[in-house]
Protein backbone atom coordinates (compact mmCIF):
# COMPACT_ATOMS: atom_id res chain seq x y z
CA UNK A 1 0.00 0.00 0.00
CA UNK A 2 1.21 3.50 -0.97
CA UNK A 3 1.00 6.47 1.15
CA UNK A 4 2.40 10.07 0.76
CA UNK A 5 2.74 11.67 3.91
CA UNK A 6 2.79 15.99 3.31
CA UNK A 7 4.51 18.27 6.15
CA UNK A 8 5.10 21.79 6.49
CA UNK A 9 1.66 23.54 5.91
CA UNK A 10 0.56 26.45 8.03
CA UNK A 11 0.08 29.88 8.59
CA UNK A 12 2.30 32.70 7.29
CA UNK A 13 1.76 36.96 6.51
CA UNK A 14 1.95 37.68 2.56
CA UNK A 15 5.46 37.95 1.69
CA UNK A 16 6.77 34.98 3.72
CA UNK A 17 7.72 31.53 2.66
CA UNK A 18 7.02 28.10 3.49
CA UNK A 19 8.52 25.07 2.37
CA UNK A 20 6.32 21.50 1.82
CA UNK A 21 7.36 18.35 1.93
CA UNK A 22 6.24 14.98 0.55
CA UNK A 23 7.59 11.35 0.93
CA UNK A 24 6.27 8.54 -0.24
CA UNK A 25 6.04 5.22 2.00
CA UNK A 26 5.11 1.36 0.47
CA UNK A 27 6.12 0.05 -2.30
CA UNK A 28 5.48 2.07 -5.78
CA UNK A 29 6.78 1.17 -9.23
CA UNK A 30 8.34 3.60 -11.14
CA UNK A 31 7.98 7.07 -10.59
CA UNK A 32 6.85 9.24 -13.70
CA UNK A 33 6.34 12.22 -12.56
CA UNK A 34 5.99 14.27 -8.99
CA UNK A 35 3.40 16.83 -8.43
CA UNK A 36 1.93 19.56 -5.91
CA UNK A 37 -1.56 20.52 -6.85
CA UNK A 38 -4.05 22.87 -4.40
CA UNK A 39 -7.65 23.23 -3.63
CA UNK A 40 -8.30 26.74 -2.80
CA UNK A 41 -11.53 27.79 -0.81
CA UNK A 42 -14.60 27.28 -3.16
CA UNK A 43 -12.36 25.98 -6.04
CA UNK A 44 -11.52 23.08 -8.07
CA UNK A 45 -7.74 21.42 -7.57
CA UNK A 46 -5.27 23.13 -9.79
CA UNK A 47 -1.62 22.02 -10.83
CA UNK A 48 0.90 24.07 -9.24
CA UNK A 49 3.93 22.59 -10.03
CA UNK A 50 5.58 19.21 -11.97
CA UNK A 51 8.49 17.72 -12.30
CA UNK A 52 9.09 14.69 -14.72
CA UNK A 53 11.25 11.87 -14.75
CA UNK A 54 13.86 13.93 -16.86
CA UNK A 55 13.80 16.23 -14.26
CA UNK A 56 11.69 19.04 -16.54
CA UNK A 57 9.63 21.36 -14.67
CA UNK A 58 6.65 23.17 -15.23
CA UNK A 59 4.81 25.53 -12.88
CA UNK A 60 1.31 27.49 -13.06
CA UNK A 61 1.63 31.03 -14.18
CA UNK A 62 0.04 32.33 -11.09
CA UNK A 63 3.46 30.56 -9.11
CA UNK A 64 5.87 30.30 -11.65
CA UNK A 65 8.99 32.63 -10.41
CA UNK A 66 7.84 32.54 -6.58
CA UNK A 67 7.59 28.37 -6.41
CA UNK A 68 10.02 25.74 -6.34
CA UNK A 69 9.77 22.26 -7.09
CA UNK A 70 12.25 19.85 -5.81
CA UNK A 71 12.25 16.15 -6.69
CA UNK A 72 14.57 12.92 -5.41
CA UNK A 73 13.25 10.34 -7.21
CA UNK A 74 15.64 7.66 -5.90
CA UNK A 75 14.10 8.83 -1.77
CA UNK A 76 10.91 9.18 -3.30
CA UNK A 77 10.48 13.10 -1.73
CA UNK A 78 9.31 15.76 -3.50
CA UNK A 79 9.00 19.45 -1.88
CA UNK A 80 7.73 22.86 -2.29
CA UNK A 81 9.49 26.21 -1.71
CA UNK A 82 6.65 28.59 -1.48
CA UNK A 83 8.29 32.17 -1.45
CA UNK A 84 6.59 36.01 -1.69
CA UNK A 85 3.41 34.07 -0.78
CA UNK A 86 0.10 35.71 -1.58
CA UNK A 87 -3.54 35.57 0.47
CA UNK A 88 -4.26 34.43 -3.07
CA UNK A 89 -1.94 31.30 -2.47
CA UNK A 90 -4.37 30.35 0.53
CA UNK A 91 -5.65 26.74 -0.24
CA UNK A 92 -5.19 22.93 0.70
CA UNK A 93 -2.18 21.83 -0.82
CA UNK A 94 -1.28 17.98 -2.43
CA UNK A 95 1.18 16.10 -3.25
CA UNK A 96 0.69 13.87 -6.25
CA UNK A 97 2.81 11.00 -7.37
CA UNK A 98 2.57 9.31 -10.83
CA UNK A 99 3.94 5.93 -11.88
CA UNK A 100 5.18 4.70 -15.69
CA UNK A 101 2.09 2.17 -15.10
CA UNK A 102 -0.10 5.44 -15.05
CA UNK A 103 -1.53 4.68 -11.40
CA UNK A 104 -1.36 8.01 -9.53
CA UNK A 105 -1.22 8.76 -5.55
CA UNK A 106 -2.22 11.24 -3.71
CA UNK A 107 -1.24 13.09 -0.57
CA UNK A 108 -4.29 13.97 2.56
CA UNK A 109 -3.55 17.60 2.14
CA UNK A 110 -1.78 20.35 3.69
CA UNK A 111 -3.60 23.39 4.37
CA UNK A 112 -1.54 26.63 3.88
CA UNK A 113 -3.31 29.72 4.97
CA UNK A 114 -1.47 33.39 3.99
CA UNK A 115 -2.78 36.29 5.72
CA UNK A 116 -2.76 40.11 4.73
Known amino acids: QVRLVEYGGGLVQAGGSLRLSCAAA????????MAWFRRPPGNARELVAR???????SYASAVRGRFTIFADNAKRTVALQMNSLKPEDTAIYYC??????????WGQGTQVIVSS
Open 96 to 105: QVETAARSAY
Open 26 to 33: GSIETIST
Open 51 to 57: VNWSGSE
